[in-house]
């Protein structure tokens, strides 16, 4: 037995200090720091992502298609063969949508797995989580953003599911 000095406990033959109530304080105030700042850090990662792809993929507008003031105007209709049909221009823009939303998805879902399976190998906590949670809020508004497309989205949100699902239980197994 060790004779140890006050604020010293006895550990494997040798005296440590003792964490005692303020040490178990100042841990927990530590986590729940941690904690706090990821979410921070997760919001904003996740709204700086969001402007650039917007900056960088354009986006389609619908006067870049049709000849009208959305703002002020109804869907024109246009006569052919005594009736009225809708104009195609907004077909042309709606395809033009749909497949901007699939490059964000895409762009979206490649981030946030590359975020998440970054979160599983590093070491530091307060990184650790904001990898993860910006990845896994990436996904998940890469699926909202192309929801039109749903087999896509359920395809690939099943293939980053496994690919995740592998890697982590990989990872915590070592």
Do not use: H, W, Y
Request: hydrophobic residues 50%; charged residues 20%; aromatic residues 8%.
């Amino acid at each position: 037995m060790v004779n140890c000095k006050p604020g010293f406990k006895e550990k494997d033959g040798k005296c440590v200090k003792s964490s005692g109530f303020f040490g178990k304080v100042k841990g927990s105030r530590n986590l729940t720091l941690t904690i706090i700042l990821s979410i921070i850090a997760i919001i904003l990662v996740v709204v700086l992502f969001n402007l650039i792809v917007n900056e960088i993929v354009p986006r389609p507008e619908i006067d870049e298609f049709c000849d009208i003031d959305i703002r002020t105007s109804e869907p024109r209709e246009i006569p052919i063969n005594g009736s009225f049909v809708p104009d195609p221009c907004f077909d042309e823009f709606d395809e033009a949508r749909k497949k901007n939303n699939q490059t964000i998805f895409f762009i979206f879902a490649g981030i946030g797995l590359i975020l998440i399976v970054a979160g599983l190998f590093i070491k530091n906590l307060l990184l650790q989580l904001i990898a993860l949670g910006s990845g896994g809020i990436l996904v998940i508004e890469s699926a909202i953003r192309n929801f039109q497309s749903t087999i896509s989205v359920i395809v690939v949100l099943a293939v980053l599911l496994i690919i995740i699902i592998v890697v982590g239980v990989r990872q915590l197994k070592s």
